[in-house]
């Protein structure tokens, strides 16, 4: 959700004197092909038309914009692009009546636990910023068909299922705030949130914090029967069908054939109401993840982070979880985990229990990440080792089975972040 500052119109003349003391103000090295007019004057508006407020914010996002290199995400999206679109229900489709681009995503029915398996945050935020890109570059389109400046997209959000896993995207929503605020002034034009749940007004109550309260206007909670909001803003032919529209390109394959219709929806009565539309004939695609969460599961059984216990490292200290063994006769570790974002390093440390002399462990697991026997040496003498040594990593497996009784020391350091 992108940041703005006063919905009141202001004189064109004050627009015009401001845009012309910020350009003034402007040093060789802080002009960009991709500071256009339109562009410094979202910066003006987002700061009230205090210049010094706007050149400052405009040279600390272009400074942003070149390091990370924002002028070619389009032509190099990012690397898990693809698996966000077979884990997230999203498109953009068609432009409201202002010439707006629109994008639609069912946040309702995204699975985080398995999102955040495959995709760590700063997948998620680069994933992000490549639709903002993709938003602005339909708002140049519509611009040069409509011959009038359009800078700001629409979005419309579906909250159906909406459900408490959602929490642990809470701090991917508070990373994308500060972006959108931050480099992305006044693109927003409106947010429609349609189907929102009993549990919406929890969420809502932590998000609003991060939200600009010029913004938080701009975002609209539709009732049960939103279609005829909707209507009256959005042409029918870009309306998707299930939202109550006329646009039916869910219904076509790639090719602009007919989808086949089900032996079951054939015997159904023909009807035009959204509810009686398949999911595979929406506009707007519903996901299937079950093929991605199948690759998800360990030793038999479906790995679900829901279960696991989240740890919190801050930055400067580390976080130690200690595994003890069972007994002497030994024991067989296994881990899981994910971390939120790439900068923390991970290592193994094995303990034994006092001295001991291993034995031979025939079969091999497929998870095994060496065997203990390569440490014979170290449980003889009954000392501490590295079984993994410091790495950065965002998530890892792994098994460690060893015939003797020892602890293992699960270490996450972030104490060279401050």
């Known amino acids: 959700m992108s940041s703005s500052s006063s919905n009141s119109s202001t004189p064109r003349s004050k627009v015009d004197q401001s845009l012309e003391q910020l350009k003034k103000m402007m040093k060789e090295e802080d002009k960009d092909p991709w500071a256009t007019d339109v562009t410094l004057k979202r910066f003006l508006k987002a700061r009230e038309y205090d210049v010094e407020k706007a050149y400052k914010m405009y040279t600390k996002c272009i400074e942003w914009r070149r390091t990370n290199k924002i002028d070619e995400v389009l032509d190099n999206p990012p690397e898990k692009l693809e698996y966000y679109r077979k884990l997230v229900s999203h498109k953009n489709h068609g432009f409201d009546k202002q010439g ?32 903002l890109e993709e938003n602005a570059r339909l708002c140049k389109e519509s611009s040069e068909k409509l011959g009038k400046e359009v800078y700001q997209s629409v979005s419309i959000v579906d909250l159906a299922g909406l459900s408490m896993h959602h929490r642990h995207g809470l701090s991917f929503i508070k990373a994308c705030a500060k972006i959108d605020e931050a480099y ?29 309260p010029n913004t938080q206007k701009k975002i609209e909670v539709l009732s049960g029967k939103y279609e005829k909001v909707l209507k ?65 599961k360990y030793r038999g059984d479906e790995y679900d982070s829901m279960s696991h216990t989240s740890l919190t490292v801050k930055a400067g200290q580390f976080e130690e979880v200690v595994c003890s063994g069972i007994d002497a ?70 098994v460690f089975r060893v015939p003797a009784h020892c602890d293992l020391v699960f270490r996450f350091d972030n104490s060279y972040s401050w």
């Open 100 to 131: 707006r681009p629109i994008y639609t995503e069912i946040v309702g029915k995204i699975h985080y636990p398995t999102l955040l398996e495959y995709l760590t945050v700063d997948d998620l935020i680069d994933v992000h910023i490549w639709q």
């Open 184 to 212: 992305y002034p006044e693109t927003m034009g409106k947010l429609y949130i349609i189907n929102a749940p009993r549990l919406f007004p929890f969420f809502w109550g932590i998000c609003k914090a991060w939200v600009h």
């Open 232 to 296: 009256e803003n959005i042409p029918a032919h870009f309306l998707p069908a299930e939202m109550g529209g006329k646009c039916t390109c869910g219904q076509f394959d790639s090719e602009g054939k007919k989808k086949p219709v089900s032996e079951e929806s054939k015997s159904e009565k023909k009807s035009e109401k959204k509810s009686e539309l398949k999911p595979e004939h929406y506009c707007v695609p519903i996901v299937d993840i079950t093929e991605m969460k199948e690759q998800l």
């Open 329 to 398: 006769e030994g024991t067989h570790f296994s881990w899981n985990f994910r971390t939120v974002a790439k900068n923390i390093e991970f290592s193994i440390i094995c303990r034994p229990k006092g001295e001991a002399a291993l034995r031979e462990l025939k079969e091999k697991h497929e998870h095994e990440i060496c065997p203990a026997t390569d440490f014979r040496d170290e449980f003889k003498r009954g000392v501490e080792f590295d079984l993994l040594e410091k790495t950065k990593m965002d998530k890892h497996k792994g």
